[in-house]
């Protein structure tokens, strides 16, 4: 059998910077063909980044795509790499988007994938399932392709898929099959959660059975918004094995030696489509496929064999800990900003928040701010000194005492408005070193507190970006744990003072105050809050497992209230199947209430 030796770049492109993710392509090219690569892969929508949303509708960054693949591949070849097949993903489009009521359904915007050669592009595979749930809206925005293209490289026959086409049942896979392809490649911007690196490599597998081929899977890394891809690129054979595996969450050239049986020769021809084009997706019989001659058997194989070998597993406190580091430092980096500043309490949010920044952008890229009131204990003060000094972040304290007497003699308040007014002036401390001096805020709100809207509005909850938005409260005290321990591994200091994690939470806002006087105890808060959040399950479910119906009822009624609190917080990383914001929709106005 022949050997391809294949290169999957698991690389970190920016959206709508398409001469910069073009830089990317050039250099991983030249990096991989200097290895020997004969095969070189970059993920889904490679040039635009992903996913580009609206900006589908823009002609002019439709054709200024087009036009960034022309160019790449005429660059490609002036660079001297163009007798290498570069496959990369792209947008296109073969009609007008297709918004609302497309005059011609079977033509508009594609989330297409082009192999380039030889300064060509020589074959185009336009996405055939699009996802349409939780974070993706790609009905909105694609029309599915219905052909399958099999580009025979080095005389091996390789097909061409695009993320969510391994997601589902029958169409490529199966075409992939009905063609007798040795290879198939799957290019992807698949978001992280946590546990998803499981369900992908299972279905991988499946996928790998039902064309009876080998699966190169290659993944795209890095933060976009409250997006964070992680990576976890495979190349697994038709009976399941893993042949190579590149690391999680972290950049990776994976270059690995497959021997794969030649095509079939002469080819089989190409046949069209059994349906006419149409918004419906096609089943795996019904596709047609398209063949691309690329190049004949290629005559000097390898002369030792390269494996790109299996890297290991990640912990799933590690997991989370390197996705909320990659998410904060890429929207820190691809938004222009060179410092973060966050108020330090002294409490487990601000200290876990802290430590993520000083992992994910350096220590003296941090502006941790301590505001102490009259009513901040001697030891909230304590901490933030002392992580601090543990993490050498930038430490500043101002007083707000003072600001909040001041405003209290032009307007008298009482009660819960005088309790908020100092997380109010907290805000205006934090917003205005922002303006002043340019780092981006943080804001510390962590998933149980956005849920049932425990943060002041226009107070704590400013920010511009949030880390913890989609950690539950239980699991930032195991993320400080786990960080901890990390640092004691590796002969570092812990940066997270011990008293930050044991502690009872305290908002501090009137003498005494503690969380539990609010709420319930953070378990049972977190447990109720998977199932009726992140589950969508009903009062009845919750209460059948087990809550006290009197403890749901305020619970539910709490993240019910709390939504106008949630449409305008700030963006923060993804890591669960379902974070506030896109992947969990609701009205503001509503008068349905979960009953008794
Ligand atoms: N449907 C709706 N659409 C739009 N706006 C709506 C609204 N309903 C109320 N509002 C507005 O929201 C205001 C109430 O919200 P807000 O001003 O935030 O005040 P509120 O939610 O009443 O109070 C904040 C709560 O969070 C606690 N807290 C504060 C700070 C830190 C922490 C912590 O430990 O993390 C906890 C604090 O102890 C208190 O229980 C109303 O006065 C009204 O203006
Ligand atoms: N004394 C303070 N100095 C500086 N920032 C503060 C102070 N108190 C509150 N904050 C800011 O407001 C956020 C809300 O914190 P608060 O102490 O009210 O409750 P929390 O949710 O328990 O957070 P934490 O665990 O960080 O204390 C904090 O994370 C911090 O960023
Ligand atoms: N870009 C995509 O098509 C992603 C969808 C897919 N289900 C995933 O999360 O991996």
Redesign the pocket.
Known sequence: MPTLRIALAQVNPTVGDLTGNAGIVRSTTRAARDAGARLVVFP?MMLTG?PVEDLVFRQSFVAASRAALERLAADLDGDGLGDTPVAVGFLDADGPPAVNSPTDPSAGARNALAVLHRGRVVARYF?HHL?NYGV?D?DRYFVPGNTLVVVRIDGIDVALT???DM?QVGGPFAAARRAGVGLVLTV????FELH?DDT?LALVRRRAAEADATIAYLNMVGGQDELVFDGDSMIVAPGGEVLARAPQLAEHLLIHDLDLPLGLLPPPPSTPALAAHSKAELVGDEMGIERVHVSDPHPALPATPLQGGLAGRLSDEAEVWNALVLGLGDYVRKNGFRQVALGLSGGIDSSVVAAIAVDAIGPDAVIGVSMPSQHSSAHSREDAAELAKRTGLEYRVHEIQPMVDTFLTGMSLSGLALENLQARVRGVILMSISNQEGPLVLTTGNKSELAVGYSTLYGDSVGGFNPLKDVPKTLVWKLARWRNDEALRTGEEPPIPERSIEKPPSAELRPGQLDSDSLPDYDELDSMLLSYVDGDQGRADLVAAGHEPEVVDRVLHLVDLAEYKRRQSAPGTKISIKAFGRDRRLPITNRWRETG
């Open positions: 889904e992903y996405k996802p993706f790609e695009i993320c969510e997601w992807n911007g698949s978001p998803k992908r």
